[in-house]
């Protein structure tokens, strides 16, 4: 595809994600930087149900993750995750407050239980799942870390990068995955650090670094969205680290821990057994496998074991189509290849667990 006029395409979308407002569903919160640190106890699901809606942590803006669209509504690939957990729990994928959230502020919000589920690029590492109290739910898109170069560079590999600046936000793993990277490659670096990823962008396309580094995604919408000349840039294709992005909840909460894991891999599992958006309701009843139609509620059964009714899965998938939808909704569109994020069939990293 054309990349200029993808990202003249997506335009108005970014614009949009400038202009946010405060209020209610589908609209950041007012007081997002006062959370009470004060720990949530107690049934989630209870919560959710009492209040009427889910309260979703999301990015502050970022195309095809979590951006405004030109009529002021979020959409995107982590978005959808938290419309199909609205109509698995409430019944009604519209019933979410979405919460724009910067980084240094993302695990608070889901700690003090001000949001009931983190959805947003975050990478699972050890320390994040042990020491902050809080669950990963599974791996929703797989990324690694990469540079943002000029072409004109000539740097093709990430050690051709020996002695160069490089854009850096500070606090993320990619500070510290890039140091590590080029201490074991034995080269130098001049790491240029900033404090959020807006100065570190707008830095490196005013040449204050030879490069810029984080999530190969995030570069990528980096380059169609902010470079006056698209083509004039490269994401680099080698990897520097493994990064499985998705949801977070609080770790104190089993059940609900288990119905974000369960509606994530309903979204998996949709796609492995070839039900989407349009057809789950004639495959419900008509579909020769029972995995199936326990799935979707065909069959009863599935449900109690979450504190659900038979339907959740149903009305996840009906929310928002399966997870190859999404993607293809979301992400396609930017030029992203599936890649690590096919299924495992095709050669990818996508596993469902067993429906049954």
């Given at each position: ?30 007081g ?8 949530a ?38 978005v ?26 993302r ?42 170069v ?99 909840v ?37 579909s ?21 009714d ?41 596993y469902?667990?067993?429906?049954r």
């Amino acid at each position: 595809m054309n990349r200029s006029h993808a990202s003249r395409r997506w335009l108005p979308a970014l614009l949009a994600a400038g202009a946010m407002l405060l209020g209610g569903c589908d609209r950041e919160p007012a007081g997002t930087d006062g959370y009470e640190i004060t720990a949530a106890k107690g049934s989630t699901l209870a919560r959710i149900r009492a209040r009427g809606t889910l309260n979703c942590a999301i990015h502050t803006g970022q195309l095809g993750m979590s951006y405004l669209d030109n009529r002021g509504r979020w959409q995107g690939f982590f978005v959808d995750y938290c419309r199909a957990l609205a109509a698995a729990v409430l019944g009604d994928a519209r019933k979410v407050r979405f919460m724009p959230v910067a980084s240094n502020k993302r695990f608070t919000i889901v700690q003090t239980g001000e949001a009931d589920v983190l959805s947003r690029t975050t990478t699972w590492t050890l320390t994040r799942d042990t020491d902050l109290g809080v669950n990963f739910v599974g791996t929703m898109y797989y990324d690694g870390q990469s540079f943002l170069v000029p072409r004109r560079s000539g740097v093709r590999l990430p050690t051709d990068l020996e002695g160069a600046s490089i854009c850096i936000t500070k606090g993320t793993t990619s500070e510290l995955n890039t140091a590590e990277y080029f201490e074991r490659k034995g080269l130098r670096f001049q790491s240029v650090v900033f404090e959020n990823p807006e100065e570190a962008k707008l830095a490196f396309f005013a040449g204050r670094c030879d490069a810029m580094t984080t999530d190969a995604f995030t570069l990528t919408v980096i380059r169609l969205a902010d470079a006056a000349h698209p083509d004039d840039y490269v994401v680099l294709p080698e990897r520097l680290t493994k990064e499985p992005v998705g949801p977070v909840v609080r770790s104190d909460d089993e059940q609900w821990f288990e119905i974000n894991k369960w509606v994530l891999n309903a979204l998996f599992a949709a796609e492995e057994m070839g039900v989407t958006q349009a057809n789950a309701a004639r495959m419900r009843t008509t579909s020769r496998d029972p995995e199936v139609r326990k799935m979707l509620g065909g069959l009863p059964g599935f449900g109690k074991s979450l504190g659900l009714d038979d339907d959740w899965a149903y009305r996840a998938i009906q929310a928002t189509g399966n997870y190859g939808e999404i993607f293809d909704r979301h992400i396609t569109p930017l030029g992203v290849e599936r890649g690590q994020n096919k299924l495992y069939r095709d050669g990818g990293l996508i596993y469902p667990l067993p429906m049954r």
